[in-house]
């Protein structure tokens, strides 16, 4: 187990920040991180054939082995019968989430799943550690300075993306880890997990990412509704954490309030898509929730293939959108995701491949939930979040790796916890 470990944390602390900045328009930050994925994966093949390691794979509750067979049935059925070969097995360029990674996520989730509760707390300060150093690098951003040399496809970007690569999934990593970090600033006297605590939250705000937003503040009411008491009795533990997070914020609304800036485009921008049909605002993201939507239907048992959404979308639905905006022919933006990961899933694995990742995710959420401690209350909040920001943004290497790593820890935690909670 503890080569196992050790992988993990190297997929955790490397995958995330690993940059190669190359350049000119090259794929400096994806590809660089799905390489790495790819021969962690191979790493940890070779520890369940060479070590005794399969033992892990049937350790799984029988609960989730019908909907983890029907997810990894769907992608590998997709992916066989796809009309669009060339992508769908190492991904689309720029996104690199083709079987090879899909398959990476599944191994980690399901070998994440055996670890004691020492590894997890090795693997939590993993998350904290590379979280704090994507979260400083977005903050410099955030202020102008530049550590990463900006290739021309962000020369004009205006949001910070730090190591990952764009705001919205950047912002994806931070809500993992922050409820974590936040966990252990209360528990924990060592004033590291404050200073990671100050820089998870400023850069979450930085990011201006409307759905993190979004996802967190139904993070922190769900929370607070179902651990109501739990939070009367900890209120002193909590008083100095939260008074560390309103500084973060404090820090992002200097000099020009953008992070308000952002939450009061919010409710202008769904005023505009829905009273005044205004379909640029949101970034034409209701038009394209409502032609996904409609393509489900005709991808109900099988996917077109992971990753090749953009394949599938009809393209001239949004340009003539476009082009109705006085959008110039050069400028059009082809689409390539879906912006919503349950919606992506849908039409690339099949709607019974999503359906089955919402259960598999969800059911671990609620299960943690159920539990009385605060380490799984910590665990079962990032996940939420993440999974909410997932209704407004697509899944990417860097913060999935974390994501995939935490629910396997969940299923452990979640199942140790309730099997305590049947013996009391």
């Given amino acids: 187990m503890i080569l196992l470990e050790r992988l993990l944390k190297v997929a955790i602390i490397l995958i995330p920040v690993i940059v190669i900045p190359w350049t000119g328009v090259t794929d400096q930050f994806y590809f660089p991180k799905a390489f790495v994925l790819w021969l962690i994966g191979i790493s940890l093949l070779c520890w369940i054939v060479f070590k005794g390691g399969y033992t892990s794979i049937i350790n799984l509750p029988k609960w ?62 993993a998350i904290i550690l590379t979280s704090s150093v994507v979260s400083l690098i977005g903050l410099l951003q955030y202020y102008n300075v530049q550590i990463i040399p900006q290739d021309t496809l962000r020369y004009s970007w205006t949001r910070i993306y730090s190591t990952i690569g764009n705001a919205n999934w950047l912002a994806s990593l931070l809500l993992l880890a922050l409820p974590l970090t936040f966990y252990k600033a209360s528990t924990s006297s060592n004033h590291f997990y404050k200073i990671a605590l100050l820089l998870i939250s400023a850069c979450l705000f930085a990011t201006g990412s409307r759905g993190a937003y979004l996802a967190l503040f139904i993070m922190a ?49 769904i005023n505009s898509a829905l009273v005044n049909n205004d379909m640029a605002a949101g970034e034409y993201r209701w038009h394209l929730f409502s032609e996904a939507v409609k393509m489900i239907p005709n991808y109900v ?47 690339t694995i ?42 407004f943004t697509n899944s990417s290497i860097g913060p999935a790796v974390v994501f995939w790593i ?13 099997k305590k909670h049947i013996v009391r």
């Fill in 406 to 418: 935490l629910l396997g820890i969940g299923v452990q935690k979640a199942n140790s916890g309730l």
């Fill in 350 to 391: 099949g709607f019974l491949g999503s359906l089955s990742f919402i259960f598999i995710s969800y059911s671990i959420v609620f299960r943690l939930l159920r539990l009385r401690d605060w380490r799984s209350t910590a665990i079962a909040s990032g996940l939420l979040a993440y999974l909410i920001q997932l209704l």
């Fill in 301 to 347: 048992f099988m996917g077109s293939g992971p990753d090749t959404f953009g394949k599938e979308f009809d393209q001239e639905s949004t340009w003539h959108i476009m082009e109705r905006d006085g959008i110039k022919k050069s400028h059009r933006v082809k689409i390539l995701k879906a912006h919503n990961e349950y919606l992506q899933l849908a039409v």
């Fill in 221 to 269: 009411i769900a929370i607070i509704l179902s651990k109501w008491n739990s939070l009367i009795r900890s209120s002193r533990k909590l008083i100095l954490p939260a008074c560390v997070v309103l500084i973060g914020f404090s820090i992002t609304c200097i000099p020009n309030y953008y992070p308000l800036q952002r939450i009061y485009s919010t409710s202008t921008n």
């Fill in 64 to 125: 989730l082995l019908i909907p983890i067979g029907v997810f990894l049935f769907a992608v590998l059925l997709s992916a066989s019968l796809s009309p669009h070969q060339q992508i769908v097995w190492d991904g689309l360029l720029w996104r690199h989430e083709g079987v090879y990674t899909l398959l990476c996520y599944i191994l980690l989730f399901v070998l994440s799943a055996n670890l004691n509760t020492v590894s997890t707390t090795s693997i939590f300060d």
